[in-house]
């Protein structure tokens, strides 16, 4: 087989996951500044949500205790102080009619942002790469069933099935893994698509009909031979997803069917933030500038990675 492949394969191009070209991705992604400056943002924020019972501690607050005298009953419970209640104590200030810490509480809700985001990526890489491995390596009748339910995953109403499902789960069922079950759930087709679409032009390549001649099994060819070269894109699309799924787990919990007070989310804290933005104003810019910094780093670095992954886009103009 090694001869085989010598003949008809390319040996300027390095093979999908070799170290050459793992050496030629770090290459590309540490010149790309805005790349770099996204993935330290990310690293920052999750190193943060990790230890935040640490910088909680540090700080010397939590997200449960209330502390009234703070607040300013004559005003309807608005923080006493500028910047609703910043102090030595309180680094962010704190909550309108209950006082709790907007740090600790902003600290954790990204924890819940983050471990959503993160579930929910697993669950459509596992399903969306399943399923468009199995399309586009599969013969025609396989590939045209598994088409039609690929894309009536894509046009399906997700929000409003993902709203009513959330609705009608018991509540003791634990909130994160719901999200990340229904999310994922309601967002696996484009993932399958794009698998679909390199399986589709992998498997003419020459070292997968190296393969075949050589009497390989067809889920070994699939797997060790048209998967890895797959990976790439696959993986470029999930750091795009990561974002996309962190703003749906926000938006459904600002829309009320995501976690629940006192566990505390970026989404469900701007859910009861929105009546105090203008007696309150950093009520609201405290998670609500934590998803925009989160959103805009890992799209940053999603795009660094699409462009060092796939060196000729920034020749079509593709940055």
């Given at each position: 087989?090694?001869?085989?492949?010598?003949?008809?394969?390319?040996?300027?191009?390095?093979?999908?996951?070799?170290?050459?070209?793992?050496?030629?991705?770090?290459?590309?992604?540490?010149?790309?500044?805005?790349?770099?400056?996204?993935?330290?943002?990310?690293?920052?924020?999750?190193?943060?949500?990790?230890?935040?019972?640490?910088?909680?501690?540090?700080?010397?607050?939590?997200?449960?205790?209330?502390?009234?005298?703070?607040?300013?009953?004559?005003?309807?419970?608005?923080?006493?102080?500028?910047?609703?209640?910043?102090?030595?104590?309180?680094?962010?200030?704190?909550?309108?009619?209950?006082?709790?810490?907007?740090?600790?509480?902003?600290?954790?809700?990204?924890?819940?942002?983050?471990?959503?985001?993160?579930?929910?990526?697993?669950?459509?890489?596992?399903?969306?790469?399943?399923?468009?491995?199995?399309?586009?390596?599969?013969?025609?009748?396989?590939?045209?069933?598994?088409?039609?339910?690929?894309?009536?995953?894509?046009?399906?109403?997700?929000?409003?099935?993902?709203?009513?499902?959330?609705?009608?789960?018991?509540?003791?069922?634990?909130?994160?893994?719901?999200?990340?079950?229904?999310?994922?759930?309601?967002?696996?087709?484009?993932?399958?698509?794009?698998?679909?679409?390199?399986?589709?032009?992998?498997?003419?390549?020459?070292?997968?009909?190296?393969?075949?001649?050589?009497?390989?099994?067809?889920?070994?060819?699939?797997?060790?031979?048209?998967?890895?070269?797959?990976?790439?894109?696959?993986?470029?699309?999930?750091?795009?997803?990561l974002p996309a799924n962190m703003v749906s787990e926000a938006g459904l919990s600002f829309l009320g069917v995501g976690v629940h007070p006192p566990t505390s989310s970026w989404g469900q804290m701007l859910s009861t933030a929105t009546t105090w933005f203008r007696a309150d104003p950093m009520y609201v810019l405290v998670p609500g500038l934590s998803l925009l910094t989160a959103v805009l780093a890992f799209t940053l670095f999603a795009d660094g990675l699409r462009a060092a992954l796939d060196p000729k886009a920034s020749l079509r103009g593709g940055r």
């Amino acid at each position: 087989m090694s001869e085989l492949v010598a003949e008809i394969g390319d040996p300027g191009v390095p093979a999908p996951g070799s170290p050459t070209r793992a050496r030629q991705v770090l290459r590309r992604l540490r010149s790309d500044r805005p790349a770099l400056a996204g993935l330290v943002v990310t690293a920052v924020l999750v190193l943060a949500a990790v230890f935040a019972p640490l910088l909680a501690a540090i700080e010397g607050q939590d997200t449960t205790t209330f502390h009234t005298q703070l607040l300013d009953s004559a005003r309807g419970g608005v923080p006493r102080g500028a910047l609703g209640g910043v102090s030595a104590n309180h680094w962010l200030g704190v909550e309108p009619t209950t006082g709790r810490d907007l740090f600790a509480r902003a600290l954790y809700g990204a924890r819940i942002s983050f471990t959503v985001a993160f579930g929910t990526l697993v669950v459509q890489l596992l399903l969306g790469v399943a399923i468009g491995l199995a399309a586009g390596f599969g013969g025609r009748v396989v590939d045209a069933t598994l088409g039609r339910l690929i894309d009536l995953a894509i046009s399906f109403p997700q929000l409003m099935f993902a709203i009513a499902l959330l609705a009608i789960v018991p509540q003791s069922f634990p909130r994160p893994v719901l999200l990340m079950l229904v999310i994922g759930l309601f967002n696996w087709g484009g993932t399958a698509r794009l698998t679909r679409g390199q399986v589709l032009s992998l498997k003419s390549r020459d070292y997968v009909a190296a393969a075949r001649l050589s009497g390989a099994a067809p889920a070994r060819i699939a797997l060790r031979e048209i998967l890895p070269g797959a990976l790439p894109q696959v993986l470029t699309y999930a750091a795009i997803l990561l974002p996309a799924n962190m703003v749906s787990e926000a938006g459904l919990s600002f829309l009320g069917v995501g976690v629940h007070p006192p566990t505390s989310s970026w989404g469900q804290m701007l859910s009861t933030a929105t009546t105090w933005f203008r007696a309150d104003p950093m009520y609201v810019l405290v998670p609500g500038l934590s998803l925009l910094t989160a959103v805009l780093a890992f799209t940053l670095f999603a795009d660094g990675l699409r462009a060092a992954l796939d060196p000729k886009a920034s020749l079509r103009g593709g940055r």
